[in-house]
């Protein structure tokens, strides 16, 4: 049986360089390239979609939308590593772990969107706790996340590893604060929410990858106990390989910090649960590698999916 044929559509891009890098030496597929002199070759890269069993799109909204409508193969899978699909109808939201029939929903899709990395931490918390009725899909959720700067590409990059006076290059640096975020659909849609959470985004030039994302909820205002929201989530991840919640936390060592790069160069996503419950308040917290699980990690996960490889 000859060896499914990957193309990545965009691989020069940070994250095309982290999924090449991941599938670099395996035996059980063949990668192919498209010449460096024809990157922009419209007929070059149609030929490369037409041909391959699986391409990868690592490319700008546009670009993702351009480069599915020259697929005319329908042998020819597609993963898109942009934000262009994640709502789109016919498209599969790639998140294994997101419900129980999730994994084999993207194993049986021709057309596969790879989550963002700020969804995949809220979305963890709050889909296994939307599903159980726990949180309201009227209930008004706010997010709270910082990332490393290499999740604000190219420029952001050089913008950080090349100081000058732009304060955009800083050590905390808070973004989207018009709420008008592209991740803001993804979580609601594949959140059960009714509406968009408020989203408060922030980057450091502190670290190049890792992430952290944090969710408050006021326990009064749904009924129920921070055992309960733990126990819930844990219910949901028991068992998966990449996704893990730590023991319930009520009480913390003097000088307790969390930090998000503590599942860095890995494809681990580690959710924890802090319940106050004096306060009836639980903080849920996800850590991720924002290039991992956030990104390249989780599009070769996917890739295994597909093609039935692990």
């Not at 070059?44 to 391959?52: I, Q």
Request: some cysteine.
């Amino acid at each position: 049986m000859s060896k499914p044929t990957i193309f990545i559509d965009g691989e020069a891009g940070t994250t095309g360089l982290e999924i090449r890098k991941r599938l670099e030496g395996r035996a059980d597929i063949n990668i192919v390239s498209i010449a460096t002199d024809k990157r922009k070759d419209a007929a070059e890269r149609k030929r490369l979609l037409n041909e391959c069993d699986l391409a990868i799109l690592c490319l700008p909204d546009d670009a993702a939308r351009e480069a599915v409508s020259l697929i005319e193969n329908p042998k020819t899978r597609v993963l898109d590593a942009s934000t262009a699909h994640r709502v789109a109808p016919g498209w599969v939201y790639g998140f294994p772990e997101l419900t129980l029939e999730q994994g084999a929903k993207i194993r049986d899709a021709k057309r596969v969107s790879n989550p963002g990395c700020y969804p995949t931490g809220a979305l963890a918390l709050i889909r296994p706790l939307t599903d159980a009725k726990i949180l309201p899909a009227s209930y008004g959720v706010t997010i709270n996340a910082i990332s490393g700067y290499s999740g604000g590409g190219k420029e952001l990059i050089a913008l950080c590893e090349n100081p000058t006076d732009d304060i955009r290059g800083g050590p905390y640096s808070a973004y989207g604060l018009d709420q008008k975020h592209k991740h803001l659909a993804e979580m609601r849609v594949h959140g059960g929410l009714n509406d968009d959470p408020i989203f408060l985004s922030a980057y450091s030039n502190a670290f190049y990858r890792g992430m952290l994302v944090q969710i408050a909820l006021r326990l009064k205002d749904l009924k129920t106990d921070g055992k309960t929201v733990h126990d819930t989530i844990a219910k949901r991840y028991a068992g998966q390989k990449y996704v893990k919640v730590a023991p319930l936390q009520t009480e913390l060592e003097k000088g307790y910090v969390l930090s998000p790069l503590s599942q860095n160069e890995t494809n681990n996503l580690e959710l924890r649960a802090f319940w106050n419950p004096q306060r009836e308040i639980v903080v849920l917290t996800a850590v991720l590698d924002n290039l991992g699980k956030g990104a390249s990690g989780a599009a070769v996960q996917n890739v295994d999916i597909m093609l039935g490889l692990k």
